[in-house]
């Protein structure tokens, strides 16, 4: 069962879902963190049924500043606000009387793997964290495209800059496009991708205010792997088109309990049948492992194997 809540972070509400097992408490629990200009609407659901029928509890959240939560500017991408709403749902999980304080893990997906691995690095009390399709360096993905690309943000982002500091409505521009397009993101098949997660009749606010390809520049999550002391599951999809896939490996390699498989994917196939299966399989035995879940919800149990389409490589 999936019960709308809410904390604070900041000073403005973050809207947020509960979902709880069909079993006696205290349970698990997973904070999924979801991936750049993304909201609880694009997919998550399948990630909190799939994880609560296995006896995790899952809270799950739209950042500041996007979607159901709180926050102005709307469409800001800051990883220095997520980190406090990412502090703030841990603390939020483990105050909640139904989950166990000390069995908390994160997830993240695309952009979300560098809030969760940059996270896991802050909190070693952890009992694991998980990422998939990571994008786990802001700068990477911003220069796949070439200089010129960049270049051309150079005047919106200053007028950004100065609408900010005066007081005035943001610059936006988009945050995911087609080849040539101005936009953050433009690699072929992105677009495509980004809508292949929105429900009928959603609809995906493709815009993100300008000043945020700054911070952006400068976010480098990956050189947090080597202080995330919990287990790190990275599912890396080996045909990655949105950045360099040997970045999660070498993640998985540096974080000192890292495990990478990897999956015959691109960035947006891991959310669909049949890949999103096995993932998440693999992700619900991982999490299994580390959080002592059985199918009474407590104790220790036996991990499976990988699934057929990953290889498990540890660290």
């Not at 809030?115 to 952890?126: K, N």
């Not at 495209?145 to 005035?168: E, N, Q």
């Not at 896939?245 to 015959?264: E, M, S, T």
């Amino acid at each position: 069962m999936t019960t709308r809540t809410s904390f604070t972070s900041g000073g403005d509400r973050v809207a947020a879902w509960l979902t709880l097992p069909d079993r006696p408490g205290p349970h698990p629990a997973v904070v999924l963190v979801h991936g750049g200009g993304a909201t609880h609407e694009m997919m998550l659901d399948q990630y909190e049924q799939r994880f609560s029928a296995a006896g995790l509890a899952v809270l799950a959240f739209d950042f500041r500043h996007l979607g159901e939560s709180g926050g102005q500017p709307r469409q800001l991408v800051s990883p220095r606000r997520y980190a406090r709403d990412i502090d703030a749902a841990l603390a939020f999980a483990r105050s909640r009387p139904e989950l166990d304080a000390g069995r908390v893990a994160l997830w993240g997906t695309s952009f979300g793997a560098s809030h969760v691995v940059a996270a896991a690095a802050r909190h070693p009390e952890l009992a694991a964290a998980v990422v998939q399709c990571p994008v786990l360096n802001g700068r990477a993905i911003a220069t796949r495209t070439g200089l010129g690309h960049l270049v051309r943000f150079t005047a919106p982002i200053v007028s950004d800059v100065l609408r900010a500091a005066l007081g005035r409505p943001r610059r936006y521009v988009p945050l995911v496009g087609r080849p040539g397009e101005l936009a953050f993101v433009n690699q072929p098949g992105a677009l495509e991708g980004w809508e292949s997660v929105c429900p009928p009749g959603y609809r995906f606010d493709n815009r993100v205010a300008a000043a945020a390809g700054l911070e952006m520049l400068f976010y480098n999550a990956s050189a947090s792997a080597s202080r995330v002391r919990c287990p790190l599951l990275v599912c890396q999809s080996d045909r990655e088109n949105l950045i360099d896939p040997q970045i999660a490996v070498k993640v998985a390699a540096a974080a000192p309990r890292g495990v990478l498989r990897h999956y015959d994917a691109d960035h947006f196939t891991v959310y669909h049948p049949p890949l999103v299966d096995r993932i998440v399989a693999d992700q619900i035995d991982f999490l299994a492992e580390h959080l002592a879940v059985t199918a009474d919800g407590g104790g220790e149990r036996e991990s499976n194997p990988p699934s057929r389409d990953a290889r498990d490589h540890r660290f």
